[in-house]
């Protein structure tokens, strides 16, 4: 018998019906999730700049090809062709200054670098002689501390592009900007910007050409000085300490500005070279000077020559005399860079560290799992395998119901047609679109419909062990259909007296849809096949809430469903394994649930799956420290879970954002045939799931597509749950939208 209630009054005309009490909880669970899932997005935007930072910084991004050849230098000023390797624009007037006879200009390209400058500094220091340093961009802001000492110790700085890139094919607007962005970093790094300049790739003034000399002018005209060489040392070529002396030494008494490496390989030829060259060219009576040092002398010689460009303070007679203190926006900016850079420089090692750690934990996994699946499936199968005495005796069958109306007559009709005897307990849970009386209507035999007020599935749950007449409930959704053995199957472990619960085996029915059919090759691959390796290590860590069966001693025990957790699943579970029970897989009992139809409900869905299980871990977290089977669970079955299930999801996604990463700035091609690779596994571990399930390999042709699409989405999910879980929030139970599609297969393997 049940006791009819009332259909609620329908609203007063002309007024607006006041919201229910779960509609205005749904409402300020959504309005404080927003705030949440903002953070979790600008987590993720905040990871994507680090990474892109870094990749710029480590890599010269497009456009440095050096294709030219023999090309034509119609374009260039003969003077400028044949002049001094130190070349500006006074006036707009092109000008080449000379280094003067018995000098050396020391200039040093690609640096800073933390092996090599640190001990080209000390050189310079010891010999008392100072240098120019053409300086990276991207080098200065990964290490600004050289730079700063460099500047400290009276050498003189350079811009040498932010990426080492070839301007020569570059836009005007890349060639502002490498230069802009170089100066910040000095900026950031020293207090300073300059106003020399030397290209990438150049070498004496007679290789200027006509696809250079417009960058030159371009710059020249904005206050730049350009530096040339007249002696390179090639040390670059490693032909040995001796050769890279002799190249670097010029003919007789010529003054020359002389090219030496700080960067850009190994330089232990030059840092051995460099003091026996300085030693030397001072005992041949050379003095050593910079390039404001030449330019200041050759303007002391010629008073009545237009001042230096390059702004206040430029062509004084210092040796630095190129430098010019940093203030305002573009000080500020540059720190700002040199801070941003610093994060990238301590974010990615640490995400390595973590994508190796990643690594190693997902194929030990998958590795894990085929040889413990396969264990698992010839010991249940094998012919000597029995769970005892078969179960023959009735069981109940509790269906929660909230709002069911579309799914709660298959599964009613699924269930009347049982090969096991079963009464059928129909809880409703306060639905309000007729679900109670439409169980009613349907006059199946061993149906009973149990009423409540809207309390939640957990209390709908208990209710109904309550109302249970046997020792066995099984446990389903009101959206999910058995088949004729289901119950059958589900039950028989119980033979052994250790069993506690039984774990279904739970197959999306409505997967002719792309994200159905996505979620059928998780269903299949991620939880079944999970199940088969913890049934296995004994640690099951949850019995589905489309199937699973208790015996009701055990659920008592445990002290019932509880709503501590959104994973009530989860909860009993681990509650069972703390209490000594012993929980199984079965895989021959198949239910057919109807998986979430949207990207929204989906998402809905697995945010409370994973946030629930996040809760019912934090539950159960003393059984770390527990002595028994509850300690047992807990320093087995814990671990397992937190890593396989928290731990290695949330930083999943480190192996897509680091192939995204590779193919950007290091190899395209091996990155990709990494990630080929890691989808191989993975294809390999799916087809052994499916021929255990006993599915059609044919849903296998839309995992690349998952992997690129579906997983993303599920990554997101997780750290959105994991950032709700760091910031205390608390999420309510929340109803998926169903449309009654799944039915009873027609046979008893997976429906293709």
Not at 340 to 369: D, I, K, Y
Not at 616 to 637: I, M, N, Y
Not at 724 to 752: C, D, I, S, Y
Request: charged share 20%; glycine share 10%; proline share 6%.
């Amino acid at each position: 018998m049940t006791t009819p209630t009332p259909p609620p009054a329908p609203p007063a005309r002309g007024r607006r019906r006041a919201p229910t009490r779960i509609e205005r909880a749904a409402g300020r669970a959504a309005a404080l999730q927003r705030p949440r899932v903002l953070l979790a997005l600008l987590l993720l935007l905040a990871l994507t700049c680090v990474m892109l930072l870094d990749g710029y910084l480590r890599a010269e991004v497009g456009g440095d090809e050096r294709v030219r050849t023999g090309a034509s230098a119609s374009d260039v000023l003969d003077d400028v062709l044949d002049g001094g390797p130190i070349l500006s624009f006074p006036g707009g007037q092109a000008t080449t200054v000379s280094v003067p006879d018995k000098t050396i200009v020391l200039t040093f390209d690609d640096g800073p670098d933390p092996t090599w400058t640190p001990q080209v500094l000390e050189i310079l220091e010891k010999y008392d002689v100072p240098g120019t340093f053409f300086l990276v961009g991207s080098m200065v802001s990964r290490h600004p501390g050289i730079v700063r000492d460099m500047v400290e110790q009276g050498n003189e700085v350079g811009v040498h592009t932010f990426t080492h890139v070839d301007l020569s094919y570059q836009s005007r607007a890349r060639v502002t900007r490498e230069i802009e962005q170089t100066q910040l970093a000095l900026a950031g790094a020293a207090g300073i910007t300059t106003t020399l300049f030397r290209a990438p790739y150049s070498s004496q003034t007679d290789a200027i050409d006509n696809y250079s000399w417009p960058v030159y002018k371009s710059l020249g005209e904005d206050g730049y000085t350009s530096v040339f060489v007249d002696t390179d040392s090639d040390d670059w070529k490693r032909p040995g300490v001796s050769k890279i002396v002799e190249w670097a030494t010029p003919e007789g008494d010529e003054g020359a500005s002389v090219l030496f490496h700080d960067a850009g390989g190994e330089r232990s030829q030059t840092i051995e070279a460099l003091p026996k060259y300085i030693e030397k060219m001072k005992a041949a009576g050379y003095t050593f000077t910079t390039v404001s040092g030449v330019t200041a002398q050759q303007q002391a010689q010629q008073p009545d020559r237009a001042q230096q460009p390059g702004g206040s303070g430029g062509g004084g007679g210092g040796l630095q005399a190129a430098h010019h203190e940093a203030t305002g926006a573009t000080l500020y900016e540059g720190k700002a860079l040199v801070a941003a850079v610093a994060v990238a420089e301590w974010t990615v090692p640490a995400l390595s560290a973590g994508l190796v750690v990643v690594g190693v934990a997902v194929m030990g996994r998958f590795a894990m799992m085929l040889v413990l699946a396969r264990r698992h499936h010839r010991r249940r199968n094998g012919r000597r395998f029995s769970w005892g005495p078969p179960v023959t005796g009735p069981v109940s069958v509790i269906v929660p119901a909230y709002n069911e109306k579309e799914c709660i007559e298959a599964t009613l009709r699924s269930l009347a047609g049982s090969t096991h005897p079963i009464e059928i307990i129909v809880v409703d849970d306060g639905s309000t679109d007729g679900t109670a009386e439409l169980a009613e209507s349907l006059g199946l035999p061993g149906v009973r419909v149990v009423r409540q007020a809207n309390a939640g599935k957990p209390a709908a749950l208990n209710n109904g062990v309550r109302h249970a007449r046997y020792d066995i409930v099984v446990m389903m959704d009101g959206d999910t259909v058995f088949e004729p053995d289901t119950v059958r199957h589900l039950v028989q472990p119980f033979a052994d007296p250790a069993v506690g619960a039984v774990a279904g085996n739970a197959k999306v029915g409505n997967r002719r849809t792309l994200i159905g059919a996505w979620q059928h090759i998780e269903y299949v691959m991620g939880f079944n096949l999970d199940r088969r390796m913890y049934d296995l290590l004994r640690c099951m860590p949850t019995i589905p809430g489309a199937i699973g069966a208790f015996r009701r001693e055990a659920v008592l025990q445990a002290g019932g469903m509880s709503d501590d957790t959104l994973a009530e699943d989860t909860d009993i579970t681990i509650a069972l394994h703390r209490a000594g029970w012993r929980v199984v897989y079965e895989e021959h009992a198949r239910a057919w649930t109807e998986a979430p139809g949207s990207l929204g409900q989906l998402w809905s869905q697995r945010y409370r799956w994973s946030y629930g299980t996040m809760q019912a871990l934090w539950k159960h977290r003393r059984s770390l420290t527990d002595r028994g089977p509850s300690g047992r669970f807990g320093r087995v079955g814990m671990p397992l879970v937190v890593l396989f299930q928290v731990v290695t999801p949330v930083f999943a996604p480190l192996i897509d954002v680091f192939t995204v990463y590779s193919m950007l700035f290091v190899d395209f091609r091996a990155a990709l045939l990494a990630w080929l690779a890691v989808l191989g596994v993975q294809l390999v571990c799916a087809a052994y799931a499916f021929r255990l399930d006993r599915e059609k390999y044919r849903y296998l042709l839309m995992m690349p597509l998952q992997q690129l699409a579906y997983r993303q989405m599920m990554y997101l999910v997780l750290i959105h749950s994991c950032v709700t879980a760091l910031t205390g929030g608390r999420l309510r139970w929340q109803k998926l939208k169903r449309t009654g599609e799944v039915g009873t297969p027609a046979g008893t393997t997976g429906a293709g």
